[in-house]
């Protein structure tokens, strides 16, 4: 467990997404790290990410970086443009922890982010696992939206 103080105050976490559609969950996850007196750095899938991984986004990564600076700085924000970049991309922030919500608490998130456990130990990184603050996801407002506009 973390001690919240300010001691806590010089670590850094990765927090790595596409933050499409940007919602309360997202916001409460990094709001959580901050509280904690950790540094996020918010990490976007950026828009050739997001197509490499055949997938589809209502808002542009310059999009999504606009809304998150409605309540983030944007120095803490970054866009990652390729999945095969984020081990080095990892690397070069050098965070103390990697951030996931516990909707994403998977076998595959190590993969998926490009790392394996022995990468963690050499780095000295430990995941966090942060619970979710509502039952939200972008998947489900994507659902709902269609299934709104289909019922019209």
Not at 67 to 83: G, K, Q, S
Not at 93 to 103: A, E, M, Q, Y
């Amino acid at each position: 467990m973390l001690n919240m103080n300010k001691k806590n105050s010089g670590l850094v976490a990765y927090v790595g997404g596409t933050f499409d559609i940007l919602h309360a969950g997202h916001i409460n996850l990094i709001q959580k790290i901050k509280d904690l007196n950790i540094k996020p750095i918010i990490v976007v899938n950026g828009d050739i990410f997001v197509k490499e991984n055949g997938k589809k986004c209502v808002f542009s990564a310059d999009e999504r970086v606009l809304a998150l600076t409605e309540f983030f700085p944007l120095d803490t924000i970054e866009i990652i443009e390729h999945m095969e970049d984020q081990r080095a991309n990892i690397a070069s922030i050098h965070p103390n922890f990697i951030v996931v919500g516990t909707d994403w608490m998977r076998p595959e998130i190590l993969p998926q982010l490009g790392i394996d456990e022995e990468f963690l130990r050499e780095m000295n990184i430990s995941m966090l696992f942060i619970p979710r603050f509502v039952s939200i996801s972008s998947t489900s407002i994507r659902k709902s939206v269609s299934n709104s506009i289909k019922g019209d």
